[in-house]
């Protein structure tokens, strides 16, 4: 076709559609727009994880660290002197929770003499290492604080900051902020010395961080370097570090970004469904062009062409829109999506304009891929016949076929026992998009084998409307996929988040079982309460009883993330409360354990195993006596008596306290005892039971935020491609409209027969993407959530918000279809009919 | 701090962390088949008061600083480098008895009579041994150095002329066989420089007939001496000690840092009890940034010694405090 002659068609075609097509392109803009933000918020905020973690690390080859209490101190001269080693420096990390405000501080003990020749950022200037400055940068009253941390602290130089050491307060003076720092996030570092004596952790070091000598092979020195390292002190190299935070978030992420391209999915169908209405009014168009001598082809080219340009113009906008909207989000929310990975405050801007260029192609292929099925329809008009009757339908039937569905739905049902591929559940998504494929190719069948069943004697409207929905035209039946596609991407969602929430608060009102809760200071590492302090509660007369909760995290292995040791007392309530498999404690003999289902997954445990954990230096051999539900920790939990616990250790500190109270003690008064009975603990953090439930749903609740909006969206796509739908049925019935009118319906009840057939057309969309989200549901609980997090759920349906969505869905089509049709038959009846003679 | 202090040998070779700060500076001039270099490896020890009493193994109670440079004069500059560190058992000390200090793997120690400082740095290494010819040179008063005209600025001293040096060093990536003979001091107190002192001017020069000679002058403000001391020895002979008021120190040239503008008198005529001793740098460059170790920004170089009667000799010149105020 003459290029001039195409563009000027597709102007025409343009300019007579522009709100519809202005529809198309947002819908695809919002698919790409979300895709991309998404995607963005997530690679900015890794992109300053990985900046953080390289500011901190500094020029190190190799991090040495041991679990969260630390490890004996006197390895660092050991590690220091060997002969490969050109640069050492030890740290100690902690969290100090404020005295006197929310929040809690991290804390870097640092050599800075030593620390300046790896990580020059950690001192504010070279020149302080010198003798004549240097006992100033060494000073045990003093921290220094990076911008983050100062900025958000509206702290400056002289300031006193009052942190939590133990259950009491200790005050440091700001010594000044560390510029270079600007890439490390909040913290704050301070001498190694003053660290330990003023934190209690004199003897222990959290990391050491080495620079090797030119030429030294690092991983064979690695290798030699573990035999010198006590259990439970791993060395891992700095390139596998920054990684780390890309690996522990890799599964909700990868479960978002497929969310979001969900619903860029369904906008392939709308896209399908808009311009099918305009070949429905195009079509003489097309036939006269057919008839002038354009070949089929070059009809599909000028389609492919317009399909190509929407897809691009929608690309581009919901790219634009996309970059802006996840910059707004990343400088008002910070890079956490709810799921709390991510808790950097600020974020640099970060996109990945490679990830981004793939998503706008996806938008544009769909796009094209719409214009094509279209294309295909077109060609096959019979051109005498199109150009002589201008009201026919496109000649595009959904298939009748049931077997395109059983496969699809067939070929699913292997991938569901795959196991997961680089901890991903490659399997498990792959059996949902195939068994999203079997629900829109079971359209078409479904369609006619509900309609059998349908009585057809019923008043003349429900008759027109079934017989109509019965011959489900091509595009209808696309837009009804789309209402399928959404539809079942929410029930599932529903069903698996529900059964995820049940689980939760079935779990926490197990696990959550005393009457006060109480941290020593909230979520920090820093604060802990005595032995003797843990005897003062337990003596006050409004308290029955005090379990002590000891949290301590270890390194197993030199690149997965630290596995948490619970240490606490344990008795059959609170193996009942963890859903302990088996539930029965074990006779005498070895210590037992009991470990989370996320430890069986990453460490191949099991009931009855007898393993070795790296506790207090040694590796103390343990037995599994059962499996535990633990949703709290992703990387793997271990409970252990905490008598056990004190005997292997000698550690005797409680992270936080459970305390049963007396009958007839409420919380406030329980609080206020031991209030009174710890007067120096400032910063102690109280809870009821009732306030831990709430507060653990809360977060619950916002980490499924973004969850929930992403669905939403899809389903808003999906509507508009319905509402497209009808309006393209009813441009191409204004003939049978006319008819009716003459045969004496009125236009209410035209409208009524649009209403009607838009819920049918609901009904049927609904009612298998409910079949198919409930499938899925099973997939999302049972593999991809095993397979992410380790997590076993007990499936609950939501009915009630189950019906709300298929009512929801079902009264929405017929709304749409009515004012979409309303719109289009304005006309007058007598014209469309005059018009057919 | 006292006069008549009996030096014991090797104990007060060793350290002694009680004073406030301590010092071990050795400087010498090499053969090589390039042809002549200097070098110079000081270990500077300091007391850090505050954080006494901290149980910590980290605690900051003793510091050790060290520098290192090596006048290649192929380099046009000093090739140098500088550590600061905490002690820390096994890894950084300065222990007490002999000469043993080490930073990491940087070391000055006394081997079987002869010390040996090994310093492997980014640009350069030396590796030398370097044993005593001659008996220890207490300055001062028997070895007690005053250093201001009131008594309580005033540090324990004494010197190693003569030093015979063999060994290897790396300058860049080459490596070359050395020899030749160095100086080496020792020095600590608890209370060194006074208010009004902003630097010092110091020679060290060993002498082609087997003689030895010291001389410093404490500057104040306005460039005035507010003190000096010289020590001369003849081989064989004992120690002659002169008053401060024979001791002159004029500048002859004076060159300019391009790196840091300052001006300091490379070349200098030193009149000690009528004698004059002139000092010539054997390459200007020699201008050295320590501030993040010892804490010191100033010239210290490799110079040629004339003086009467043919005299003839090699040393180190040290100029401190032209840059800024040295600060103890």
């Known amino acids: ?837 | 701090m006292t006069p008549g202090k009996k030096f014991e040998f090797p104990r007060d070779a060793g350290s002694h962390p009680d004073h406030r700060i301590e010092w071990w500076y050795v400087t010498g001039q090499l053969e090589t088949k390039r042809g002549p270099m200097g070098f110079q490896v000081t270990f500077f020890r300091m007391r850090n008061r505050d954080a006494e009493g901290n149980p910590s193994r980290f605690n900051a109670a003793q510091l050790l600083f060290a520098h290192a440079a090596l006048a290649d004069p192929d380099k046009g500059r000093l090739l140098h480098d500088e550590r600061s560190a905490r002690a820390l058992p096994g890894l950084v000390q300065a222990m007490t008895g002999d000469t043993d200090v080490r930073l990491d793997d940087w070391v000055l120690r006394r081997e079987a009579g002869a010390y040996r400082a090994r310093i492997d740095a980014e640009d350069f290494a030396l590796d030398l041994a370097m044993a005593p010819t001659q008996p220890v040179l207490l300055q001062g008063d028997r070895g007690y150095s005053r250093k201001a005209p009131a008594a309580d600025h005033a540090s324990y001293y004494y010197s190693e002329p003569h030093l015979a040096v063999k060994g290897r060093i790396r300058s860049g990536t080459e490596s070359l066989e050395v020899q030749g003979e160095a100086w080496l001091d020792h020095e600590w107190s608890s209370e060194l420089l006074a208010e009004e002192a902003i630097g010092w001017d110091w020679l060290g020069a060993n002498l082609e007939d087997g003689g030895a000679l010291m001389a410093f002058r404490m500057r104040g403000r306005d460039g005035s001496t507010l003190w000096a001391s010289a020590t001369s020895r003849k081989p064989g002979a004992a120690p002659v000690v002169y008053a401060a008021n024979t001791i002159r120190f004029r500048t002859r040239r004076s060159w300019q840092s391009p790196r840091t503008g300052t001006f300091y008198p490379v070349s200098m005529d030193i009149e000690i009890a009528g004698a004059l001793w002139r000092a010539d740098p054997l390459m200007d460059g020699q201008e050295l940034d320590a501030r993040a170790s010892t804490g010191t920004l100033y010239w210290e170089g490799a110079v040629r010694i004339e003086g009467p009667d043919g005299a003839r000799g090699r040393g180190y010149l040290e100029l401190t405090g032209y840059a800024e105020r040295m600060k103890f």
């Open chain 1, 1 to 837: 076709m003459n290029p001039s002659l195409a563009a000027l068609l597709m102007r025409a075609a343009l300019a007579a559609n522009a709100l519809r097509l202005a529809l198309t392109l947002s819908c695809i803009a919002l698919g790409v727009a979300l895709a991309g933000a998404v995607h963005t918020v997530h690679t900015s905020a890794l992109a300053e994880i990985d900046r953080a973690a390289r500011a901190i690390a500094g020029k190190a080859d190799i991090e040495i660290r041991g679990p969260r209490s630390g490890f004996d101190d006197v390895l660092f001269a050991a590690v220091a002197g060997r002969a490969e080693v050109a640069v050492a420096s030890p740290v100690v990390e902690l969290e100090a929770a404020f005295a006197d405000r929310p929040g809690a501080l991290r804390i870097l003990g640092i050599d800075p003499l030593r620390a300046v020749r790896l990580q020059p950022a950690f001192v504010a200037d070279r020149a302080m290492t010198g003798a004549p400055r240097a006992s100033a940068l060494l000073e045990a009253g003093t921290l220094w604080l990076s911008p983050a941390a100062a900025s958000r602290l509206g702290a400056r130089e002289g300031d006193t900051l009052r942190l939590v050491s133990g259950s009491s307060a200790l005050e440091l003076r700001v010594a000044g902020t560390l510029p270079a720092m600007d890439a490390a996030g909040e913290l704050a570092v301070m001498d190694i010395a003053a660290a330990q004596a003023r934190f209690d952790r004199i003897g222990r070091i959290s990391r050491i961080d080495l620079r090797l000598r030119a030429g030294v092979d690092a991983e064979r020195f690695r290798a030699s370097l573990a035999a010198m390292l006590p259990p439970g002190v791993v060395a891992s190299s700095a390139a596998a570090l920054s990684g780390r935070a890309a690996d522990i978030s890799r599964a909700y992420r990868v479960n978002l970004d497929a969310l979001a391209l969900v619903a860029l999915a369904t906008g392939a169908f709308l896209v399908f469904s808009t311009l099918a209405l305009q070949a429905a009014r195009r079509q003489q168009e097309f036939a006269l062009l057919r008839a002038l001598g354009v070949t089929r082809r070059g009809v599909a080219t000028l389609l492919a062409l317009e399909g190509a340009l929407i897809g691009s113009l929608g690309a581009a906008a919901g790219t634009a829109v996309g970059l802006v909207g996840s910059r707004e989000l990343l400088a008002r929310a910070g890079g956490d999506l709810g799921a709390g990975f991510f808790s950097a405050r600020n974020v640099a801007f970060t996109p990945d304009y490679v990830a981004l260029a793939f998503i706008a192609a996806l938008g544009i292929a769909m796009s094209i891929g719409g214009a094509l099925w279209v294309a295909r329809a077109a060609g096959r008009i019979v051109v005498a016949e199109a150009l002589r009757d201008r009201a026919i339908d496109l000649p595009t039937t959904a298939s009748a076929s049931p077997w395109p569905a059983l496969a699809f739905f067939a070929a699913g049902i292997p991938l569901l026992f795959l196991p997961p591929i680089a901890g991903l559940p490659l399997g498990g998504y792959g059996a949902i998009t195939l068994w999203l494929a079997a629900s829109v190719a079971a359209v078409g069948p479904s369609c006619r084998a509900l309609l059998r069943v349908i009585d057809p004697r019923e008043a003349a409207i429900v008759s027109l409307a079934m017989a109509q929905v019965r011959h489900l035209p091509g595009h209808l039946a696309a837009s009804v996929a789309g209402i399928v596609v959404s539809a079942s991407l929410c029930v599932a969602m529903a069903i698996m988040v529900f059964s995820f929430r049940v689980s939760l608060e079935d779990w926490l009102a197990g696990v959550v079982g005393a009457d006060l809760y109480v941290q020593s200071s909230s979520g920090a590492s820093a604060g802990y309460f005595s032995l003797d302090e843990q005897a003062r509660i337990a003596a006050l007369p409004e308290v029955r009883s005090v379990d002590a909760l000891r949290q301590e995290r270890l390194a197993l292995d030199s690149h997965g993330p630290p596995l948490s040791l619970i240490a606490r007392p344990i008795n059959a309530r609170i193996l009942a409360g963890f859903q302990a498999e088996p539930r029965a404690m074990p006779g005498a003999g070895a210590i037992p354990v009991w470990i989370s289902e996320a430890a069986r997954d990453i460490y191949g445990w099991k009931a009855g195993d007898r393993i070795s954990l790296p506790i207090a230096g040694r590796a103390t051999p343990v037995q599994v006596a059962g499996v535990i539900r633990d949703y709290a920790r992703t990387w793997g939990a271990v409970l252990i008596p905490v008598e056990e616990y004190r005997r292997l250790t000698g550690d005797t500190r409680a992270n936080d306290l459970a305390i049963h109270l007396r009958e007839g003690v409420d919380s406030v008064h329980g609080e206020a005892a031991v209030r009174a009975a710890l007067p120096h603990a400032s910063a102690l953090a109280f809870e009821d039971a009732a306030g831990l439930r709430r507060r653990s749903l809360a977060i619950f609740d916002r980490s499924f935020a973004v969850t929930y909006a992403l669905e939403a969206i899809a389903i808003v796509i999906g509507l508009a491609g319905v509402t497209a739908s009808f309006a393209a049925l009813a441009w191409s019935r204004r003939r049978e409209f006319g008819v009716l009118r003459f045969l004496g319906l009125n236009r209410r009840e035209i409208l009524r027969l649009l209403a009607l057939e838009g819920a049918a057309t609901g009904a049927l969309g609904a009612t298998l993407g409910l079949v198919s989200g409930i499938a899925i549901s099973l997939v999302l609980l049972r593999v991809v959530n095993r397979q992410s997090f380790h997590w076993s759920l007990t499936v609950h349906w939501p009915v009630a918000a189950l019906f709300a969505l298929v009512a929801a869905i079902v009264g929405l089509c017929a709304v749409g279809a009515r004012v979409s049709g309303a719109l289009a038959v304005r006309s007058e009846a007598v014209l469309a009919v005059k018009d057919d003679a």
